[in-house]
């Protein structure tokens, strides 16, 4: 469907109804919280039922989500040694390398034979639906990497780690995409990583983005997009097929796992709708994981263990952060939106959209690193954080966007967009209020209820339930901390058993945390879009030690 | 792994739906029982809290695994016979009413020791004991000897002489002393051998207290005085029909603060003024910014009478007491006279709302948070509730264990008063103090203190059990 995936150039009813949209998400955040602190006061009886029904489901769907977590790490842990380069070249002739997977030794670990049976099962159904991979040889990588105030000492460890890789670089692209108003030193920062590196990369290219083109934000996309273009017309002068051409937009600091690109050449090439799919790697925040403050490290913790979860669910997976995906659907949709400051996930609703829901992300079990905000103080990495977590929540500005492009939309099932639209309303939901919720509303029937609350069995029989319930949830806490621990990249560092220990007990700052560092910026993100302010793209400062 | 998920899915969306109304009704108290007559019965709860804790309780007289505090869930409707066993104390017992979705809630049960604690404080054949409402300070005497008079801090457990030897004004007799609620200021009205009377302004706060002699502010007799303890010095004294103020730092006297009273209180740095015909008013102690709280002189007439003095107690925010000449006991709430003479003392619970006040034979609560004003076809006054009758001489009442309790002292023995929401309150004799003098309870230290009746020794006496304890000062 041809749909105009922007808030901008839209007229009359639409545009009426692209406002309202707007503020659907944010009303119905505060409805929740001064409601239920209202109701809390006013009717404690009422309140006190509604959260006891609220943390039965808080508990239920967090025991879910921890299933999955365990499932979703065990499936990485799985993949952790395989070789993706060789599974690729074995594409390359499936059926034979189906027979070569079978016949695999007995005496293997349990790991990598189970590593193999979802490969061969992959090839399988490949196979039977009798879609030709492309081979192995035709394929190219463009890697994009937006750049606005990034110095070398950020950006170069990611292109090290491309060239470095087992997947050859000289069949992969680099662009290094420049905002043009950035500082001197950016700019010759990234000429002398073109001369360090180009002759080991099939080509790397230096970018000049120009600063206020017409119809664009200040905003990676249209950076990116003016990137693709070049690498277009760049693959075009050398009859590279679109087809062929997998596109990886990543965050400066990125630092791919030297397997990244070698598993996301098997993905695509054992995806069916390849053309028509996005590639999700779990994004986790290792670079300067011990230089960062506990509560930082937790935070993004969280933030990898959600994409953890996420990935075992490919229906509804939306792209995040650092990501590959077909450069013909790319080019197809029109590149990333302009305009918008979550590319990431609106270039996946962007794509849907296009192909009538046709359109998929393919979760891949290897990893992205990337740093985690940091500044020289305590204060001013806690506002970092802040900032960054408001912009990821402002991922809310594709709600409006999305409803509207749906109700327009005839080819795409009813159930599906519903189910679609609830889950992208209540993630964002349930972002801003729970930790409300759960930190502070929970204990004001109890100590507003008021005398008549006082002499009824719910006040005496709800905080006991809460404490159950609450001390449930502990163990998905516990598991929480056991598979960070695991997570953690082995480093040489001093004391690594006891700084291991810090890190679990810095687990216990989740409540706080939660509140302050990521359901105020989601409600601020949300009150803004609300009111119809907008929110500038805010480049989080990376640092190294 | 999409068939897996969508599994577990639908299995914890069916936990969801059948377990959460099941927990929901349960916190209401329903719960299944196949054998009643209606499958899901809607219970109540028990809630018992002792000090000290650890009781074990019976019910209907069998055992339970339950130890104070503790709570008593899933009850069917009726009434319950409780006991509750400790080593060392007496056996607490009553027969408890459990309601469909009520809580009965006894949370402050104190339990009676057989041989109640008690210690010596300070050693001296003392005749009296006074105490300043509200404070930690309490006074004994010797004699009527100003220099005899000794002052106890009880949460610090110091004891110095109200006036040292050696020191002016200890050779003189007291013949008043002046109080106010929650200051620790003393007023004395002492009169020296063969010499005119005087008047002594201490502040017992102070390590050794300075004696301020303020005679000269004093023109005529007081009949009585009043003060706040944030006044910053300044008190107010009711003599004839004129208020007067006092600066004590100044050391000046503002005559005629109001000319023409029946009476004065000062609370949150207003004056009280009810004037000759009823009227009420507030202002500062400058005299400025007067409030009219009462100008209906019909209405005013009807509640104050045409002739008697009243003293002004400012209880809360909203409530303002009124104690008359006679023991009358007026509020400014419906149908504003609660006791007609005969009221003795009273005392504050503030945070609900409630005054124990007591006659000379016996105690009542005026409860004013059960006022129902507004939408309801019969408005609802405070209510007054006689909780003890048939004493001989009732000297002193207090608020005992967060105001669950009243200890007060009939002729010379003493009781503890258990107010309970369910039934008759229950009486227990604390023990026997020495003949017409008082007693104070601090519910700081949780202690009684008084004069023991053979040696006259300031003792205290354990009430809380555990809550004394600390540390002497040497």
Not at chain 1, 283 to 311: H, M
Not at chain 2, 28 to 46: A, C, M, N, R, W
Not at chain 2, 294 to 319: H, M, N, Q, T, Y
Request: hydrophobic residues 45%.
């Amino acid at each position: 469907m041809k749909f105009n995936f922007s808030k901008y150039g839209i007229k009359g009813g639409e545009k009426a109804l692209e406002r309202f949209l707007e503020i659907i998400p944010g009303l119905t955040s505060w409805t929740v919280i001064v409601g239920m602190f209202i109701l809390a006061l006013a009717k404690p009886v009422i309140a006190a039922a509604i959260i006891i029904a609220f943390l039965i489901y808080w508990f239920l769907k967090l025991a879910y989500l921890t299933i999955f977590l365990i499932i979703s790490y065990f499936r990485l842990s799985i993949e952790k040694d395989t070789n993706w380069m060789k599974r690729a070249r074995g594409v390359n002739a499936p059926e034979v390398f189906i027979k070569a997977l079978r016949s695999a030794s007995s005496e293997a670990p349990f790991a990598k034979k189970l590593s193999d049976y979802f490969c061969r099962k992959r090839l399988e159904v490949l196979t039977k639906n009798g879609v030709k991979p492309p081979p192995l040889e035709d394929i190219y990588h463009l890697v994009i990497i937006p750049i606005a105030k990034e110095t070398p000492d950020i950006v170069e460890p990611g292109i090290k780690s491309i060239a470095d890789g087992t997947f050859p670089p000289e069949k992969i692209l680099v662009i290094l995409a420049v905002e043009e108003r950035a500082q001197v030193d950016v700019k010759k920062g990234a000429a002398d990583i073109r001369a360090k590196y180009r002759g080991r990369f099939l080509d790397l290219l230096v970018n000049m983005h120009k600063d206020g083109l017409r119809g664009e934000a200040r905003v990676k996309g249209a950076n990116a997009s003016v990137a693709a273009k070049v690498a277009a017309e760049y693959f075009k002068t050398r009859s590279v097929s679109f087809e062929n051409v997998i596109v990886s937009c990543f965050d400066s600091d990125t630092v791919v796992n030297p397997q990244y690109f070698a598993c996301l050449t098997y993905s695509f090439m054992t995806c069916p709708d390849r053309t028509r799919s996005s590639f999700q790697p779990i994004p986790v925040y290792y670079n300067n994981i011990w230089d960062v403050p506990g509560f930082a490290r937790v935070l993004e913790t969280g933030s990898s263990f959600f994409q953890l979860i996420e990935a075992t669910n490919p229906e509804q997976l939306v792209t995040f952060s650092s990501h590959s995906m077909s450069f013909k659907a790319l080019v197809d949709v029109g590149y990333w939106p302009v305009d918008m400051i979550s590319d990431d996930s609106a270039i996946f609703w962007k794509s849907y959209i296009h192909f009538d829901g046709k359109y998929r992300v393919v979760p891949m079990y290897t990893t992205v690193s990337m740093d985690i905000v940091v500044a020289n103080t305590w204060w001013k990495t806690i506002v970092n954080e802040y900032k960054q977590k408001r912009r990821w929540a402002w991922g809310v500005e594709n709600f409006p966007i999305v409803v509207r492009a749906f109700l327009k939309d005839k080819k795409i099932s009813l159930f599906t967009k519903m189910r679609l639209v609830l889950k992208l309303f209540e993630g964002h939901i349930s972002w801003a209020t729970w930790a409300f919720l759960l930190t502070v509303i929970v204990w004001l029937p109890p100590l507003f209820g008021g005398r008549h609350f006082q002499k009824s069995v719910l006040y005496y029989s709800a905080p006991r339930i809460d404490a159950i319930i609450f001390n449930l949830a502990s163990f998905s806490l516990i598991t929480s901390i056991i598979l960070s621990i695991c997570l953690l990249p082995k480093q040489k560092m001093k004391h690594p058993f006891l700084r291991r220990i810090v890190f679990a007990v810095q687990w216990l700052l989740i409540p706080v945390i939660i509140l302050f560092l990521s359901a105020i910026p989601a409600l601020d993100a949300q009150t803004r879009l609300m009111l119809g302010k907008r929110l500038e793209f805010w480049v989080a400062p990376k640092k190294k030690e | 792994m999409l068939i897996l998920r969508r599994i577990v899915f639908y299995v914890f969306v069916l936990c969801y739906i059948v377990f959460c109304p099941l927990v929901v009704l349960y916190a209401f108290g329903y719960i299944f029982k196949p054998q009643s007559e209606d499958i899901v019965v809607k219970t109540g709860i028990l809630y018992f809290s002792t000090a000290p804790a650890g009781a074990v309780i019976y019910v209907n007289g069998e055992v339970t695994k339950n130890k104070t505090p503790a709570m008593l869930d899933k009850l069917l409707p009726g009434k319950y016979a409780i006991k509750l066993f400790l080593e060392d104390y007496e056996v607490w017992s009553d027969t408890l009413p459990v309601k469909a979705g009520e809580a009965t809630t006894l949370g402050k049960i104190l339990l009676v020791p057989k041989k109640r604690k008690t210690e010596s404080l300070i050693t001296g054949d003392f005749r009296d004991l006074t105490y300043l409402a509200g404070t930690q300070f309490l006074l004994v005497s010797r004699s009527a000897s100003a220099g005899d008079y000794a002052v106890y801090e009880c949460t610090g457990k110091n004891q110095e002489a109200l006036i040292g030897a050696g020191r002016g004004f200890a050779d003189c007799g007291v013949i008043s002393l002046f109080t106010a609620r929650e200051s620790s200021c003393v007023l004395l009205s002492v009169r020296p051998k063969g010499a005119k009377k005087l008047f002594l302004w201490l502040d017992l706060s102070e390590k050794e207290p300075s004696v301020s002699n303020i005679t000269d502010l004093f023109p005529e007799e007081p009949r009585w005085v009043t003060w706040e303890a944030s006044g910053g010095g300044n008190i107010f004294t009711f003599q004839g029909n004129s208020v007067n103020r006092l600066d004590i730092k100044a050391k000046a006297l503002y005559p005629g603060f109001a000319q023409d009273a029946r009476g004065v209180g000062v609370a949150g740095g207003l004056v009280y003024i009810l004037a000759p015909e009823g009227t009420l008013s507030s202002m500062n102690y400058e005299k400025n910014g007067v409030n009219k709280l009462l100008e209906d002189e019909k209405l005013a007439g009807s509640i104050f009478g045409s002739s008697g003095d009243f003293r002004i107690i400012p209880f809360s925010k909203d409530v303002i007491l009124f104690t008359g000449e006679s023991g009358e006991l007026l509020a400014n709430r419906l149908p504003y006279k609660f006791v007609e003479k005969g009221t003795v003392g009273i005392e504050f619970d503030l945070p609900r709302e409630r005054v124990l006040l007591w006659q000379k034979d016996k105690i009542g609560i005026l409860d004013f948070s059960t006022e129902v004003t507004g939408a309801v076809v019969f408005e609802q006054g405070p209510r007054l509730e006689w909780i003890f009758e048939g004493g001989k001489n009732v000297g002193e009442a207090f608020w005992v264990y967060e105001a669950s309790h009243v200890l007060f002292r009939d002729e010379n023995d003493v009781y503890l008063l258990e107010l309970r929401q369910y039934g008759r309150p229950r009486m227990d004799r604390v023990l026997t103090v020495k003949g017409k003098t008082g007693i104070f309870y601090s519910e700081k230290t949780g202690l009684m203190y008084y004069l023991d009746p053979s040696s006259g020794n300031l003792t205290s006496a354990e009430i809380i059990p555990g809550k004394a304890g600390a540390p002497a000062k040497k």
